[in-house]
């Protein structure tokens, strides 16, 4: 029996997933690319920390770290992240990416139900994603079908945390949106270029969680096919 990942029928499977990602981060490249040459009055650090002050949320601290698009917050800390060209650049796409951060930070700040859900679930998460096909292929290989569905579970975890983690994304992405104009970092005529970038970001979770769910459904459809298979093989 040929490890699925290798059948042509998995990559059918998961090809809607994969063109809307690939469309969706040419997008995020395109739109990013086109607003860093748009200027704003603040810089990518400044306009996020004038977001969470604002908000109360003082005790958050701001760090520039090396890469493209590494940015991130991070809850257990309590430290937001700005990759290199997002930290110090004066630009639309720079305060866009900043404040959609800052929106994580004020989720965390307020308790937002959602969010804390997803932070619970990160650690199943990266086990059912790093184990769940390693226990399915055993479960195959071995003929026991409880295994293979142990696997599917734990893979299930993966799922069950990009369905919450879509819209915690675009919660923050909305957040950033409002206080970019309420605060007037952004003027309201020039935010169509931080829509553009902040809603190509949202359409790079939407194809990570369609790959994901996909996914799941192509081990439950393989699995529940598999005596077919073997009797056909």
């Known amino acids: 029996m040929p490890f699925f990942y290798f059948d042509p029928s998995y990559m059918l499977a998961i090809a809607p997933a994969m063109l809307l990602a690939m469309w969706a981060q040419w997008r995020v490249h ?16 400044a306009a996020a920390r004038y977001i969470l002050d604002s908000a109360g949320a003082t005790d958050v601290q701001i760090e520039s770290v090396p890469g ?10 309590k430290v937001l992240r700005l990759s290199q060209n997002v930290f110090g650049s004066r630009s639309l796409a720079a305060v866009g990416i ?12 307020e308790g ?5 859900l997803r932070n619970a679930a990160v650690g199943l998460a990266n086990v059912g994603s790093n ?20 696997g599917i579970a734990l893979f299930g975890a993966t799922v069950f945390f990009q369905l ?27 935010m169509r270029s931080v829509n553009r970038v902040l809603n190509a970001a949202a359409w790079t979770y939407v194809a990570a969680t369609l790959q994901s769910v996909l996914t799941l459904l192509y081990y439950a459809s393989y699995l529940t096919g598999g005596s ?3 009797s056909e093989g």
């Open 98 to 109: 900043a404040a959609h951060e800052a929106g994580h930070a004020l989720q965390d700040a």
């Open 112 to 116: 937002y139900s959602l969010m804390s």
């Open 68 to 77: 493209q698009l590494t940015d991130h917050y991070d809850p257990q800390t």
């Open 164 to 190: 919450v983690n879509l819209p915690v994304e675009l919660n923050a992405s909305n957040r950033a949106k409002a206080q970019l104009v309420q605060l007037g970092i952004v003027p309201a005529e020039s």
């Open 131 to 150: 184990a769940g096909l390693f226990v399915f292929m055993i479960g195959l290989a071995m003929a026991l079908k409880p295994v293979a569905w142990l």
């Open 30 to 45: 395109a739109s990013f690319t086109a607003a860093a040459q748009e200027p704003a009055p603040l810089s990518g650090a």
């Open 228 to 230: 077919d298979r073997d």
